[in-house]
């Protein structure tokens, strides 16, 4: 079974857009997916020049074009999507919610959680009490989880994750490493998902 390595961001519509599609490409590549979140602007930051820059900024990252992109997206996809107010939300802690609840165990069904309250049902879990309750619903205890959230060996762990994914060759989210290779965007999927498939075990094996 190939293991790929997903580098994802709770605030990022790509990020999410992606892991909607993730659970259908694992079953159909016999691929297990490990889910690695970092903030993507600290990403960013530490792959080199930032893009989002106002003074560097070009088409393909004017907030305008990004939105009706992810809505095309989600449309072609057929999954709801509701733009957030991205000005709103701090990724960074998103982030370390997200590695404190791997640390604790139900990593994938609380960032799925996470994805569903920020992209589709508009919530900003900027707080630990906001949180906690999605903690709660991925079965967490909350104060437990709360803790974890702003444990000194959390933020390590993030640091850890970003220096990861700059080892491996991201530089953005959603990055799918595989074998070396870097897929980067959610619209890489088809790539990643041909290659996965041309490297699919036998069923016999």
């Known amino acids: 079974m190939k293991v790929v390595q997903f580098f994802f961001s709770s605030c990022s519509r790509y990020s999410y857009l992606a892991a909607t599609q993730v659970p259908a490409l694992s079953l159909e590549a016999d691929a297990n997916f490990e889910w690695v979140a970092v903030n993507s602007r600290d990403l960013i930051q530490r792959a080199g020049v930032d893009p989002f820059r106002a003074d560097l900024r070009r088409g ?93 060996e959390t933020a390590a762990q993030h640091d850890a994750n970003i220096t990861r994914a700059l080892a491996a060759g991201a530089f953005g989210v959603p990055s799918f490493v595989v074998d070396g290779e870097v897929f980067w965007g959610q619209d890489r999927l088809p790539l990643l998902r041909a290659y996965l498939m041309a490297h699919k075990p036998p069923e016999d094996a």
């Not at 996809?77 to 404190?100: F, H, Q, R, S, T």
């Open 60 to 152: 393909q990252y004017d907030h305008a074009y990004r939105t009706r992109d992810a809505n095309r997206w989600a449309a072609f996809y057929d999954v709801p999507y509701n733009e957030p107010d991205i000005w709103n939300i701090d990724g960074k802690l998103m982030a370390l919610a997200c590695i404190a609840a791997r640390r604790l165990g139900p990593g994938q069904i609380f960032a799925r959680r996470l994805f569903k309250a920020w992209f589709v049902e508009g919530l900003a879990p900027n707080t630990d009490e906001a949180l906690a309750k999605l903690g709660r619903e991925a079965s967490m205890d909350e104060q437990t989880f709360v803790a974890a959230i702003h444990a000194p």
